[in-house]
């Protein structure tokens, strides 16, 4: 496709549950990066992959978070135990680079943890 | 480590009257800042970088390095500008992508 794919669009999980989020940047795109955005909090960053470089995972919230980025394409965002706090859009962008190229984001999935 | 600010979660101004996002970061090098666009119902985009000093969609937005910001102005606000709207700042290094808590721009008839 042209854009970045995300899937599922939206997920229903019961609190406890593990879930898999999956994005499909755009092709040839080296850097990749997952995003969270909730009500009133804005985009907080999770993670970001760039190349073969060693991903910078300082965004993550907590160990229950990881995420990896297979062939240096798709990206999967693994949360387990789900809590009720995860629920929020879950948005994946992509980039050509590194210096000053602009991010294209996924339509996002939005978790809701019940 | 670098941060940006957006200080007004809630902005709304009518139609035809000019209106300024504000922006501010702190971060110690030379940033590249970028102005983000999300419209109801559609996927976040880019509206303008500052390194390119461009006019879009008859948006501007100036760094100025003294006083840490990147406020983004119009001079006409127009009803389909509602919309939120997020800072970002990338580190020179190519490192992530830090974005602000966004300002949700309502403009009215």
């Known amino acids: 496709g042209a854009g970045v794919s995300q899937s599922p669009s939206n997920k229903v999980t019961e609190k406890g549950k593990d879930v898999e989020l999956r994005c499909d940047p755009i092709?040839?795109?080296?850097?990749l990066y997952w995003y969270r955005q909730s009500l009133g909090q804005g985009l907080e960053f999770l993670i970001y992959f760039q190349g073969n470089s060693a991903p910078d995972k300082s965004g993550l919230p907590s160990d229950r978070f990881s995420a990896e980025r297979t062939g240096g394409s798709v990206s999967t965002l693994t949360i387990q135990r789900t809590q009720q706090e995860d629920s929020a859009v879950y948005l994946c962008?992509?980039?050509?680079?590194?210096?000053?190229?602009?991010?294209?984001f996924g339509q996002g999935t939005r978790l809701t943890v019940v | 480590a670098q941060r940006v600010t957006q200080p007004e979660k809630l902005l709304s101004v009518f139609k035809g009257a000019p209106v300024e996002l504000k922006c501010n970061y702190s971060?110690?090098?030379?940033?590249?800042l970028f102005w983000y666009v999300q419209y109801s119902r559609q996927r976040l985009q880019l509206l303008l970088r500052h390194i390119s000093r461009e006019s879009i969609k008859g948006f501007t937005a100036d760094l100025n390095k003294g006083e840490t910001s990147f406020h983004l102005k119009k001079p006409f606000a127009q009803e389909e500008d509602s919309a939120m709207y997020y800072c970002?700042?990338?580190?020179?290094?190519?490192?992530?992508?830090?974005f602000g808590e966004g300002t949700q721009l309502t403009v009215n008839p």
């Open positions: 962008a992509s980039t050509l680079g590194q210096w000053n190229t602009e991010a294209f």
């Open positions: 092709s040839g795109h080296t850097a």
């Open positions: 971060y110690s090098g030379s940033p590249e």
């Open positions: 970002a700042l990338r580190e020179t290094s190519g490192s992530r992508l830090t």
